[in-house]
T-cell receptor, first 119, second 116 residues
Framework: GAVVSQHPSRVICKSGTSVKIECRSL??????MFWYRQFPKQSLMLMAT?????????EQGVEKDKFLINHASLTLSTLTVTSAHPEDSSFYIC???????????????FGDGTRLSIL | EDQVTQSPEALRLQEGESSSLNCSYT??????LFWYRQDPGKGPEFLFT???AGEEKEKERLKATLTKKESFLHITAPKPEDSATYLC?????????????????FGTGTKLQVIP
């Protein structure tokens, strides 16, 4: 159980293109989804947190107009990198988590990531 | 500020050589500690959740333990296929004007290499 599918796995495109990445929780309803960026040999950097039906919360330093997040349903969140440039090239990973209570934290379940290369 | 420190940064073991990875944490109000395994070019794979000191969880050659200040991931008789980066993360509850939310802080990981 707890399978998260992320698509596409790899994207290569020209500078100025907008790229959409999808993240789906296949066998559970995800109240919260997360988007991370990971640089080579570094740990995960949280970009934003999204709750179904509400606006995403972006981490400090992440441009909300550059990285558009939509969490329209309990099983789908999308990240759109708008007008991508070479410096946006990175490994983007989504995760999904079942509901949140204030007593016990629930684990996040991760997709397999999207390798984005902007030429 | 919540802090999660993993050690060592890298570990090289011979096949069959048991060892432990450490995750030390300083947080206010632990609500869960998570272990993940990440293979190169993949997203992290969930391994364990631990909620209270003294708790232990096992899966094949891996055993995770938790105290009030740290967690250990014990690897017994590792095999080359256990080679990966192991991430630790802690969950806490952050109060906010809207009630609160779960916050997760990740460590930087331990890169394990098991040599045949």
């Amino acid at each position: 159980g707890a399978v998260v599918s992320q698509h596409p796995s790899r994207v290569i495109c020209k500078s100025g293109t907008s790229v959409k990445i999808e993240c789906r929780s296949l066998d559970f309803q995800a109240t919260t989804m997360f988007w991370y960026r990971q640089f080579p040999k570094q740990s995960l950097m949280l970009m934003a947190t999204s709750n179904e039906g509400s606006k995403a919360t972006y981490e400090q330093g992440v441009e909300k107009d550059k990285f558009l997040i939509n969490h329209a349903s309990l099983t789908l969140s999308t990240l759109t990198v708008t007008s991508a440039h070479p410096e946006d090239s990175s490994f983007y990973i989504c995760s999904a988590r079942r509901g949140q209570g204030n007593r016990e934290s629930q684990p996040q379940h991760f997709g397999d990531g999207t390798r984005l290369s902007i030429l | 500020e919540d802090q999660v420190t993993q050690s060592p940064e890298a570990l090289r073991l011979q096949e069959g050589e048991s060892s432990s990875l450490n995750c030390s944490y300083t947080v206010s109000g632990l609500r869960g500690l998570f272990w993940y395994r990440q293979d190169p070019g993949k997203g992290p794979e969930f391994l364990f959740t631990l909620y209270s000191a003294g708790e232990e969880k096992e899966k094949e050659r891996l055993k995770a333990t938790l105290t009030k200040k740290e967690s250990f991931l014990h690897i017994t008789a590792p095999k080359p296929e256990d080679s990966a980066t192991y991430l630790c993360a802690v969950g806490t509850w952050e109060s906010s004007v809207s009630g609160g939310y779960q916050k997760v802080t990740f460590g930087t990981g331990t890169k394990l290499q098991v040599i045949p």
